[in-house]
């Protein structure tokens, strides 16, 4: 079991600039791959970007250049530093754990809500 808890979402302008967390209950470096993803309403849930190992990242088209997943392993964090935010960037953000055992089991965090406007 893995607990996942998002902060750092809010209101900001166009242009302006966030940074999300997710906090994880055990070692960040026993989960495989961490990621975010976001859902506008009416949307489907979408992968904005994803830490598979230390050495690599991926990242949304409509995100790259603007968006930066990182983890700080002494505390068992992910971050989503989210910079030149748009208008279309508004949505709730989910942080997401896989981890790999027997079975392949998916945990997710509660969301946190973007919102991008003037």
């Known amino acids: 079991q893995v607990q996942l808890v998002e902060s750092g979402g809010g209101l900001v302008q166009p242009g302006g600039s966030l940074r999300l967390s997710c906090a994880t209950s055990r070692n960040i470096l026993s989960i495989p791959v961490m990621g975010w993803y976001r859902q506008a309403p009416g949307k489907q849930r979408e992968l904005v970007a994803s830490?598979?190992?230390?050495?690599?990242?991926n990242y949304a088209n409509s995100v790259k250049g603007r968006f930066t997943i990182s983890r700080d392993a002494a505390k068992n964090t992910v971050y989503l530093q989210m910079n030149s935010l748009k208008t279309e960037d508004t949505a709730v953000y989910y942080c997401k754990a896989v981890i790999y055992g027997n079975l392949v089991s998916e945990y997710w965090g509660q969301g946190t809500q973007v919102t991008v406007s003037s």
């Open positions: 830490i598979p190992s230390a050495s690599s990242t």
